[in-house]
């Protein structure tokens, strides 16, 4: 299952985890519907924690960020911001690029 994310609980959530990703995404957005279910299959094979912000819900976590484009994926390693991608992916291009990171 994929973490909600909120202002309250998103430092915590990449503090907390050695390496994890985080979608930036919004109801509307069709690339990010198509991009849930891959990321759904991507945690069920790697165990990777994958959180999710709702950019409509949480506009002031967007903002400060500086989310201009969805979906918008953050990858983050021993608490930092290691790389972000904007856009759909396709689950072997998102495989390999947190593999990169391992």
């Known amino acids: 299952m994929l973490a909600h994310l909120t202002k309250d609980n998103f430092k915590e959530f990449y503090t907390e985890n050695k390496l994890c990703l985080v979608d930036f995404w919004a109801q509307w957005c069709g690339p990010c519907r198509m991009l849930t279910p891959v990321l759904e299959e991507l945690h069920q094979k790697t165990n990777l924690p994958i959180g999710k912000v709702n950019v409509d819900e949480e506009e002031e976590l967007a903002e400060a960020l500086r989310i201009q484009s969805i ?10 911001l290691v790389d972000k991608k904007v856009g759909y992916l396709p689950m072997d291009a998102l495989a390999s690029w947190v593999k990169s990171y391992e």
């Open 71 to 80: 979906p918008a994926l953050f990858l983050f390693k021993d608490g930092k």
